[in-house]
């Protein structure tokens, strides 16, 4: 009896470890990017569409810079796959695993899906395209998205 109790927490412990790690929030980093001029261009952006991922700008622009993405991009996929929040289900505003992910809030959905982006063995050391191709192969997607990016700022640099 006495080993099979260890043996069943470790069990526990293990399953319920998962599940632990998708709650933790990010910290916020308004803060961090008030004086950044993206921050004012996606803000605007956002606002002009009436969107609900502008309290969000931030975030986009933190965990783009956190994984070296074009910092126009998950704002852009967003919106192309949710309406930057009006229609995603269950946090998640990218439409991933075709809408069926759920995340414990959109700002974690935020930093999950551009980790993914950046760093997952499908993804990464692809450029913009590459991206964009194998996120939703349909031959119009990478062209949507790649608008968006330009009515967002017309080059990633400001």
Same mark, same amino acid.
């Given at each position: 009896?006495?080993?099979?109790l ?16 998708t709650?933790?929030?990010?910290p ?8 950044d001029?993206?921050l004012?261009?996606l ?7 009436d ?8 975030e986009f622009?933190?965990?783009a ?5 074009d910092?126009?991009l998950?704002p $852009?996929?967003?919106?192309?796959e ?6 995603? !289900?269950?946090? *998640?505003?990218f439409?991933?695993? &075709? #809408? ?5 809030s959109?700002?974690a ?10 760093? $997952? ?6 450029d913009?395209d590459?991206?964009? !191709?194998l996120? *939703?192969?349909s031959?119009?997607? &990478? #062209?949507?998205?790649?608008s968006?990016?330009r ?7 400001l």
């Amino acid at each position: 009896m006495k080993k099979i109790l260890p043996l069943a927490f470790t069990i526990a412990v293990t399953l319920a470890a998962p599940a632990m790690l998708t709650r933790i929030e990010p910290p916020t980093v308004q803060s961090e990017y008030k004086n950044d001029p993206r921050l004012e261009s996606l803000k605007r952006f956002f606002q002009a569409v009436d969107c609900p991922a502008f309290d969000l700008s931030a975030e986009f622009l933190k965990a783009a810079d956190s994984h070296k993405l074009d910092w126009r991009l998950l704002p $852009s996929i967003s919106l192309v796959e949710s309406g930057g929040g009006r229609e995603g !289900r269950n946090n *998640n505003l990218f439409g991933w695993d &075709a #809408g069926k992910a759920a995340f414990a809030s959109k700002r974690a959905g935020i930093y999950d899906v551009a980790g993914r982006l950046a760093h $997952s063995k499908l993804y990464r050391d692809k450029d913009v395209d590459g991206i964009l !191709r194998l996120y *939703n192969p349909s031959a119009d997607y &990478a #062209g949507i998205v790649k608008s968006v990016m330009r009515r967002i700022s017309p080059t990633e640099k400001l």
